[in-house]
């Protein structure tokens, strides 16, 4: 059996979900593969993550119409305190501290769960006549020529496109069969991840602690909870997901702190561990990669997920714009423009997150000094600290539409 389709995409998490809505809403037949069987993803417990969806990213959401359907499970992010120091000694006290009310379009960004957002965009996915989801199969096979790109399932199904869009993660395989190579960086750091309850309300703000082991973001769910990313060693995070929760939360409460009073878990609790994975080209011939497939970041902004959905923006409107024009929407100049949009953003917030993680992930007394009065000296410049905000939000630079909240 064979299907033809307009747009081919290879994983369907958040970013491949999102791509496939914005070409439906263009009028492009789009076919979406994932491993995984839809159930285990539409599961609770499927992954632990909280997202911090920068204010673009969920206008993008607006867009796509997905947003009605998360809006009542998300968090505004009003305040983000950054600060220096380490485990038990609280905080230094020259900080970083970025309050929404100094942006006129509103809260930097939104809170919300792996779990709600991930419902939301399948459920949109069903909602949609020219959309074909395929789960529980892989891609086991793909060959393209001038005109088209064919792919061979594991049930020995043939799906034939005029382009293949890669959405399938750090390790692509559509990367890796299109012949694009990638660099990787294993940053010896495991995120552990968990949902915290906490006595004291903590008012929509989100704080990113540094410590010499990595950093520990903490941030702002509905109610009085909040989602921890705390990044340890290899090692250690071993180790310390081996503890029971008891003993878990004794090891988290001293880097934690208590400026929320008790805190106790409220749900599971998850590991990842952190690479960076750069694609040396987000395109190859009628194939392009968007999300973790073309660039995997260190955690340490937030940020991971507001690229992908920028690359999902530009790629969406590059293509779309191609079609109106009467191009072929898989000719290697037509995927050259989103190339080229995307290429700055994407090696300069790489190279920060990278550089970041460097600068404050190690004990080094005067390295600390510097990121000590480096963090009070922009927070004492509103004009840059008002820079650095928009940049959080995602409000600089030559943004698509679907990131300016309107139709492309």
């Known amino acids: 059996m064979s299907i033809d389709t307009d747009i081919l995409i290879v994983g369907g998490g958040l970013n491949g979900a999102s791509m496939a809505l914005a070409f439906s809403q263009a009028g492009l037949t789009t076919t979406l593969i994932d491993a995984l069987p839809v159930q285990t993803r539409k599961s609770d417990t499927f992954d632990g993550r909280g997202y911090a ?10 867009a796509l119409g997905v947003w009605p359907e998360v809006a009542d499970h998300s968090q505004p992010i009003l305040d983000v305190k950054v600060t220096d120091g380490r485990a038990g000694e609280g905080p230094s006290p020259l900080m970083l501290h970025f309050d929404h009310a100094e942006l006129e379009e509103g809260p930097m960004g939104y809170m919300v769960e792996d779990r709600f957002l991930r419902v939301a965009l399948l ?17 086991i096979a793909q060959e393209t020529n001038n005109t088209r790109v064919r792919v061979t399932l594991s049930n020995g199904k043939t799906i034939s496109a005029r382009l293949l869009v890669g959405s ?9 069969r299109a012949g694009i190579s990638r660099n990787v960086k294993d940053y010896g750091q495991t995120a552990l991840v968990a949902a915290v309850a906490h006595e004291k309300p903590h008012n929509g703000c989100a704080h990113q602690f540094f410590m010499p082991a990595g950093p520990l973001a903490i941030l702002p769910l509905p109610g009085n909870v909040s989602s921890i990313v705390w990044s340890e060693t290899h090692e250690n995070a071993a180790r310390i997901s081996s503890l029971s929760d008891d003993a878990f ?4 409460r001293p880097r934690f702190g208590s400026f929320l009073g008790e805190i106790s878990l409220a749900g599971g609790r998850f590991s990842y561990p952190l690479v960076l994975s750069m694609a040396q080209a987000k395109i190859a011939q009628r194939t392009a990669l968007v999300g973790d497939a073309a660039q995997g970041i260190h955690p340490i902004a937030g940020q991971g997920l507001n690229l992908g959905l920028r690359d999902v923006g530009a790629l969406a409107q590059v293509v779309v714009e191609a079609k109106r024009r009467g191009e072929d929407i898989g000719a290697i100049d037509v995927l050259e423009r989103y190339q080229q949009w995307r290429r700055f953003d994407t090696n300069a917030l790489a190279g920060a997150t990278d550089g970041f993680n460097a600068l404050f992930s190690n004990d080094n007394p005067a390295l600390r000094a510097v990121r000590d009065i480096g963090l009070g000296i922009v927070n004492a410049l509103p004009p840059v600290r008002r820079r650095f905000m928009r940049e959080a939000a995602g409000l600089t630079g030559e943004l698509p539409k679907l990131l300016q909240g309107r139709q492309i």
Request: charged letters at 25%.
């Open 123 to 139: 459920n949109a996915l069903d909602a949609q006549e020219n959309i074909t989801s395929i789960s529980g199969e892989t891609v």
């Open 249 to 252: 939360l004794e090891e988290l």
């Open 53 to 62: 969806l920068a204010l673009a990213s969920q206008r993008m959401l607006s």
């Open 168 to 176: 399938d993660g750090k390790k692509s395989g559509t990367a890796e």
